[in-house]
């Protein structure tokens, strides 16, 4: 018991020794008061020593300093306006952010931020009073005077610099952007966008495949077939086996014995049994190596009630509904016009295999297989990319010149066979116009009545005026009133793709152009194109009536003519090439370098711009603007194409709960090119 007293007897001494040296070390020897663990002190240890707080605050003190904290009201939208910052508040965010970020161990070390004329908040340069940048954008960072303090006493005054994180995405972003200015870049320096198909580098596999990459890419892993082509890369190969082979296999489908037969024999049948297995071989392929990849084999589609979202397997995509895809309402084509003292009466019904209101995916394609093999196989022979052979990589044009030249002989002698006797499939002579009038009749015409047709379509159109009373003008399928009216689908299509190219004399055209519109009023029919006796002759009108009417057959006719204009017209969505890049923007802006923590905060869209389609003219070695509308010839010239655009401004725009609303906006003669080969690069 007396040792143990003894003890205890010495702890207090200790403890009273201890507690007198540090209020003696307090104002005479502050410095001893602070040592590291292992060295023997005459007063107070502490768990951070001096020289690690004090280096910890000054290495800050030379950082980037970035605090979200008010310093405007989020009324105000210019920079250069009058700020209204809340002094109290900021040195408060400041003072928390250091204290948080030198990791102070114990509750007797601080900071304080001197108030007074040394704390400034930052401000923003290289604006107009417009927030559209004139300049390369700079921040006049926020300063403060600040001092590390160890309870009352100063052990370090540092002076630093510090942002708010608003002002370091408006000039990261700003400036990024900016370095595309045509000032700075010319004609021939500016940024290329390749668009991006597929980047599997969120699931750890370093494979991004774009547009212009595509034809090379598909030669490496094989599926491109030729004398040059090469075998693929060893083990990639093997995992895209199972969609490689049905793909190669629906390329070898003979349309040229197609062609040579007869329509509706057993050529025909087995042609489309080959091809929808094929396809339906070609995605449960998808299917597997998706799941080889560790991805899902499934996608959403809008195909549940109301269009909501369903996931389905990609290899059930093929079983899918058309009308629901595209949300289309076939009982919405059903109306009534009264005009003046004459009532227009419309009934359309639309469907496949007898049932309204219901096409499956591979019903449709199946309609149009022999233009879906050639192309196939077209894009997947390695002469189709040797330049040296008149080819090229931009695949973009090599589809258009597909579409837009003449139709292939195999095609021709196809649509001789089974539509010759139709007013408007009969004068077919482009790829475009082969595929189109396939996709809505069928290639085979043996297999074109209502119960077994892919796609029915069938039209009744009364009209009803004084004296005549309601009469019956159309009761027709899609194939009858393609023969009594000369409408040529790709014609029509044809006609919207040269509202890009052709510009009525000037050099570019406005990003929101509308290129598809209701408001274009273009001429699809005129009045020569309807057979007006046998229009008549299929009314329900007497003899007489009919007779009565053929004398103003070219009068009806014209009648006729506006009202189909008017209506191929009105039924146009409003598309211009800001809509579609609108589709998404984030693509075209990551391809610029913007970095994704700003996509996730900002949005940042093109605000205005021109644009115009150029071709490569390989023999002159340049680039010429397309101004006055393409045709099938032109692709004998030229041998790619890319979008150009310039007078680019973009528009940065966000909030935050700090500071309120932004929005700010880049130079306004900023360029680019969308490429579409990787010899364009």
Not at 132 to 160: C, F, P, W
Not at 357 to 368: F, H, Q, R, Y
Request: aromatic share 8%; proline share 3%.
């Amino acid at each position: 018991m007396k040792k143990l007293l003894s003890i205890m007897g010495s702890f207090a001494l200790i403890t009273s020794s201890t507690s007198y040296a540090v209020s003696c070390g307090w104002s005479e020897n502050y410095d001893d008061l602070f040592d590291t663990e292992t060295k023997t002190n005459q007063g107070e240890w502490i768990a951070q020593g001096l020289t690690t707080s004090i280096a910890a605050f000054e290495k800050l003190a030379i950082s980037n300093i970035v605090i979200a904290t008010p310093i405007r009201t989020a009324r105000i939208q210019s920079i250069n306006e009058e700020l209204e910052s809340n002094r109290k508040q900021n040195i408060s965010a400041l003072e928390a952010y250091i204290t948080k970020a030198c990791n102070f161990q114990g509750p007797n070390l601080s900071i304080e931020i001197y108030n007074d004329n040394s704390f400034q908040i930052p401000l923003i340069d290289g604006y107009d009073n417009n927030n559209v940048s004139l300049q390369e954008i700079d921040v006049r960072k926020g300063t403060a005077t600040v001092n590390l303090k160890y309870l009352n006493k100063v052990l370090s005054t540092q002076s630093l610099n510090w942002n708010i994180p608003e002002y370091e995405l408006l000039v990261s972003v700003t400036n990024l952007l900016n370095t595309n200015s045509y000032a700075a870049v010319g004609d021939y320096d500016v940024s290329k966008i390749d668009i991006p198909i597929v980047d599997l580098a969120s699931i750890g596999f370093p494979l991004k495949i774009t547009l212009g990459t595509l034809s090379t890419m598909l030669t490496m892993l094989g599926v491109i077939s030729g004398p040059n082509s090469g075998g693929g890369i060893p083990g990639i190969s093997d995992i895209i086996k199972p969609v490689l082979e049905p793909i190669k296999n629906l390329t070898k489908l003979d349309v040229h014995a197609l062609a040579q037969a007869e329509p509706g024999d057993n050529t025909y049948i087995k042609f489309n049994q080959d091809f929808r297995n094929g396809l339906k071989e070609v995605l449960a392929g998808v299917g597997d190596v998706l799941k080889k990849f560790g991805m899902a084999d499934t996608i959403s589609l809008p195909v549940g009630e109301a269009g909501q979202e369903v996931l389905v397997k990609i290899s059930e995509i093929l079983d899918q509904d058309v009308f629901k895809l595209v949300s289309i309402d076939t009982s919405a084509f059903n109306t009534q016009v009264v005009s003046d003292s004459t009532t227009i009466d419309i009934e359309l019904s639309l469907g496949s295999k007898g049932k309204d209101g219901e096409l499956k995916i591979i019903d449709l394609l199946a309609n149009a297989a022999p233009n879906l093999v050639k192309i196939l196989a077209k894009f997947l022979d390695t002469d189709t990319y040797d330049i040296s052979k008149g080819g090229s990589h931009n695949m973009v044009f090599l589809l258009l010149k597909e579409l837009l030249i003449d139709m292939d002989p195999d095609l021709r002698t196809i649509n001789d066979k089974n539509n010759s006797q139709n007013r408007s499939a009969a004068a077919a002579y482009t790829g475009l116009d082969s595929l189109l009038f396939n996709l809505l009749l069928d290639y085979n015409s043996k297999n074109r009545a209502k119960a077994d047709v892919n796609l029915y379509f069938n039209l009744k159109l009364w009209v009803t005026v004084p004296a005549v009373g309601k009469t019956r003008i159309f009761d027709d399928s899609l194939e009858s009133l393609l023969s009594k009216i000369n409408i040529n689908p790709g014609q029509i299509v044809s006609k919207i793709i040269n509202t890009m190219f052709e510009l009525n004399g000037a050099e570019t055209i406005d990003l929101n152009t509308e290129f598809i519109s209701p408001d274009l009023n273009m001429t699809f029919i005129q009045e020569d194109d309807l057979n007006m006796d046998e229009i008549i002759d299929g009314t329900d009108l007497n003899d007489a009536f009919k007779f009565i009417l053929k004398q103003f057959s070219g009068t009806i006719a014209g009648t006729i003519a506006t009202q189909v204009n008017s209506a191929i017209n009105g039924a146009l969505p409003r598309i211009s090439l800001q809509s579609l890049i609108n589709l998404s923007p984030q693509m075209m802006l990551k391809e610029l370098n913007i970095p994704e923590k700003y996509l996730d905060i900002a949005s940042i869209e093109i605000d205005k711009a021109k644009f115009v389609f150029q071709f490569y003219n390989q023999d002159q070695s340049e680039w010429e603007s397309q101004t006055k509308g393409i045709s099938g010839n032109k692709f004998n010239i030229y041998t790619g194409m890319k979008v150009k655009l310039t007078k680019v401004r973009f528009k940065i725009s966000f909030e935050t709960p700090e500071n309120g609303t932004f929005v700010y906006y880049t130079k306004d003669d900023l360029t680019f090119d969308i490429v579409f080969a990787d010899t364009d690069l």
